[in-house]
């Protein structure tokens, strides 16, 4: 059974950075991408950026340029960095894996005050 576990959220103040890791355990021998989604409150979940097995990326639109997604393949491993953090960037995070199936993160809380 795979196994997600998310640390990094935080509250931060408009402008600043915050940095999200998923650390993926459980026996994974091959994993076919790794990305991030993010929930606002009364909205629906949406892609925030995703990494592939060989390292082509993809973001959403609202994030691109600020956001970097990035890779630590020997420690199964997705870092998400956030600079020039806006207050609609305020969102639960959730970590992704698709192995032989999709698995999720249990979430991390990002809050973007003014």
């Known amino acids: 059974q795979v196994r997600l576990v998310e640390s990094g959220g935080g509250l931060v103040q408009a402008g600043g950075s915050l940095r999200l890791s998923c650390a993926a355990s459980?026996?994974?021998?091959?994993?076919?991408?790794m990305a991030w989604y993010r929930q606002a409150p009364g909205k629906q979940r949406e892609l925030v950026a995703v990494?592939?097995?060989?390292?082509?990326?993809n973001y959403g639109v609202s994030v691109k340029g600020r956001f970097t997604i990035s890779r630590d393949y020997a420690k199964n491993t997705v870092y998400l960095q956030m600079s020039s953090l806006k207050p609609e960037d305020t969102a639960v995070y959730y970590c992704?894996?698709?192995?032989?199936?999709?698995?999720w993160g249990q979430g991390t809380q990002v809050t973007v005050s003014s």
């Open positions: 990494i592939t097995t060989g390292g082509t990326t």
């Open positions: 459980g026996g994974i021998f091959s994993i076919d991408s």
């Open positions: 992704n894996v698709v192995v032989s199936r999709t698995y």
